[in-house]
């Protein structure tokens, strides 16, 4: 690498905030499988101290030596529902604490796959699994947990659907911030190395490293040298920051893999924002020209925004994966929280905005009193995006209890703080409780 590089690099880092945002361990458990609850949880604890016990100190030592910061190891294991077949509800909690209490012996920051897959029905597992969501969340520290309740080859799981959205408030009233941790997907991925979705799928290899990229300060500043240039000058701009992005990106994955023996999965190039200032997606849409994010113009600047990424990190590795887009979490981007609390940015122009970029309503803090029918209907219109474009859709809101618009909630560190949104105050209930399944739409029907 020569000198200019090397100053280009050293800029991206101390200047624009870039960071690798993290090192996630793919580890299937399906070898863990015992007798019972207590045997799977046992196995489960030594396999991750096991495979798992020098992650940390790997990225750490990375981290040293290329001056790249890793803001997070993490940990994505096999959806635990399918290792709960023959555990009853007392052996799925133990399963779950092992989790926790072996991500932290580990020294990882969360530990993701405490998920099940129900887009086309729910077995007793799944079912107990969900059941345990609010207590499972709200007393363990570093557990993730993901439910997919859609697919575009399986359609809508209305009955499930209605289910999260009883969980949902069931968890607030426990913990309210314990719904950071849960997910509720369409057409979910097996790599995502991304909390709180990321699981470890059954078509992986036994352990895998894969790596989520970062960047948006990166993107924002580069987009500043070709202010007032064509809008295919900002597409180009945005590809060739992302190709330089994801290769190093692909380098700390590679290398990180190699000193633990293990394959390199794959590189999610998706822009994640944090609460700092300069390292927003939001800011990145106003930099292409918007007055604030939220307003006439903004779905298609984001559009913009997302392929260009895309296309440019495709170009940097054969092996992009897991979500690979822009993330628009509310509370997690300072550039969103103040369209949020100006009132240019609403619930309905994020369902809009998610149509054309990774995941879909995230991070968005509610009122308290909100029905949990209100919420199932937010499921099912994320659901119905994704099933009909074919894509990555998911929702994870936070009802908070006693609190109503105006006010705020304030999550801490990488979360941030996010304030109540307002919803619309018309009833979703005789809709959400037809239950049953919505059909794939017909052109899921390809062989």
Do not use: W
């Amino acid at each position: 690498m020569d000198i200019k590089k090397i100053n280009e690099t050293i800029q991206m880092i101390s200047e624009e905030h870039f960071d690798i945002r993290t090192v996630t361990m793919g580890l299937s458990l399906l070898d863990c499988i015992g007798a019972n609850g207590q045997q799977t949880a046992e196995k489960v604890y030594e396999k991750i101290i096991k495979k798992a016990g020098n992650l940390v100190a790997t990225a750490r030592q990375l981290e040293r030596d290329f001056g790249v910061p890793i803001v997070n190891k993490r940990i994505s294991v096999t959806p635990i529902s399918l290792l709960a077949g023959n555990s009853d509800y007392a052996g799925l909690l133990a399963v779950a604490h092992s989790l926790d209490r072996a991500a932290a012996a580990v020294g990882v920051d969360f530990i993701g796959g405490y998920s099940a897959l129900i887009q086309k029905g729910t077995t007793p597992s799944e079912k107990m699994l969900i059941e345990s969501l609010p207590e499972v969340l709200s007393k363990t520290n570093l557990l993730m947990s993901s439910i997919n309740v859609a697919s575009t080859k399986a359609g809508i799981n209305l009955n499930a659907i209605r289910k999260m959205g009883e969980t949902i408030k069931d968890i607030a009233q426990q913990d309210p911030l314990a719904n950071a941790k849960l997910v509720v997907f369409a057409n979910a991925v097996e790599d995502n190395p991304f909390m709180a979705g990321a699981f470890h799928g059954v078509s992986e290899d036994d352990a895998v490293i894969n790596v989520g990229v970062s960047g948006p300060g990166v993107v924002k500043r580069a987009l500043e040298t070709v202010r007032d240039q064509p809008i295919d000058v900002v597409a180009e701009k945005i590809k060739t920051t992302a190709f330089k992005i994801t290769r190093i990106g692909q380098l700390i994955g590679t290398l990180t893999a190699q000193k633990l023996g293990l394959p390199f999965g794959i590189v999610d190039l998706s822009l994640a924002p944090t609460p700092a200032r300069g390292d927003s997606v939001a800011e990145v849409l106003e930099e292409i020209g918007l007055e604030q994010v939220g307003t006439q113009g903004t779905t298609a600047a984001l559009m913009l925004l997302n392929d260009a990424v895309k296309k440019g990190g495709v170009m940097a590795s054969q092996r992009v994966g897991g979500l690979s887009g822009a993330f628009i979490p509310v509370s997690e981007d300072a550039g969103m929280i103040d369209a949020a609390v100006a009132g240019t940015l609403t619930i309905s122009k994020l369902e809009a905005m998610t149509a054309v970029c990774s995941v879909g309503l995230d991070m968005i803090a509610i009122p308290g009193d909100t029905p949990a029918t209100t919420i199932s209907a937010m499921i099912a219109d994320e659901a119905a995006i994704g099933v009909q474009n074919n894509k990555t859709t998911a929702v994870r809101v936070i009802p908070v209890p006693g609190k109503g618009v105006g006010d705020e909630i304030d999550f801490g560190g990488l979360l941030g703080r996010a304030p109540i949104m307002p919803v619309i105050n018309r009833s979703s209930e005789k809709f959400i409780s037809r239950g049953g399944h919505i059909p794939a739409p017909i052109h899921s029907f390809k062989n």
